[in-house]
């Protein structure tokens, strides 16, 4: 086994949405891990449209199911050592938690991984209001 890639790695919805570009994370990840998809409350029309649109392959999906449902679902499934999933909120760690997850929060994640987070990428839109320098 080479160190690591023996592990489950699940994303929820919003914290995959706060990074630049889900796709290459999610390239990367197969790298050195055996199983990724994501979970969400969301209805599963939302998760599969967003995985559609950045061409994400995932292995799991929550459906139609709640993600603490959905986490256990997978455990069961999918037999690895590790088993990791990427939140955003206080509430998501105490998912993983509940359902016996290792918890990673999503900034921590991308700065491990050398991810970029779309905070980083998107902070031209800072100004309110745009400046006017045509005024006499």
Sequence with gaps: MNGGSDMTLAFELEAL??????????????????????????????VTNFTRKNRIRQDFFSGPRGKAESLEGVKGQFDTDRYVFVGSSDDDKQLADDVDWEYLAVEDAAEAADWILATNVESEDDDPEPVRDDWP
Excluded at 18 to 44: C, M, N, Q
């Design 17 to 46: 949405k706060e990074l630049a570009s889900p796709e290459t994370v999610f390239e990367d990840a197969r790298g050195w891990t055996e199983y990724i998809g994501v979970v969400s409350e969301k209805p599963t029309y939302v």
